[in-house]
């Protein structure tokens, strides 16, 4: 009787794990996904919207061999007064820099987790680092992912990332 017992056990938590809307392999990850919309928390509770401006554009895309890439840009972006990035003034490149965030890599999953093994970013400070993504929902066409808490213009804050799925 009690090995039946477990064997009903453990097919009902396989069961509720997979109805959980969390990722459970790279599959329900792979293709490319457009960002809805990012949002603050502040570890005092207080949600910020909007924090890439309105509108922002983003993109996510990971692929069934483990690479993946992101870019993010925020809405309202002023485009340069010249379509040379080098000879641009400093003041447009500075804004066009502040103003978006791009990086890629290998990604691997733990659990509820995506790991971003960043090998290549704007900011060459995270080269070499990973970032981690707790998927707190992954349904339908939709993903949420959140990071872990950091600090962002004197707030610590865990950052909210909403994504469709394009394809």
Known sequence: MKPFLLLVLLFLALAMG?????AQSKPDLVGTWK????SYTTDKGKVIHNVYGLNPTGFLTYTADGR???????????????????????????????????????YTLDGDKVIHHVEVSTMQNVVNTDFVRT???LEGKKITLRTPLFSRARLKVTQELVWERMN
């Open 135 to 137: 998927i707190v929902n």
């Open 35 to 38: 960002l809805v919309s990012a």
């Open 18 to 22: 997979q109805e959980s809307g969390l």
């Open 68 to 106: 993946m890439m992101a870019i993010i840009t925020d809405g309202g972006r002023k485009p340069l007064s010249v379509n040379d990035r080098v000879s641009a003034p400093a003041s447009e490149r500075a804004e066009a820099f502040a103003t978006s965030v791009a990086y890629a890599g290998r």
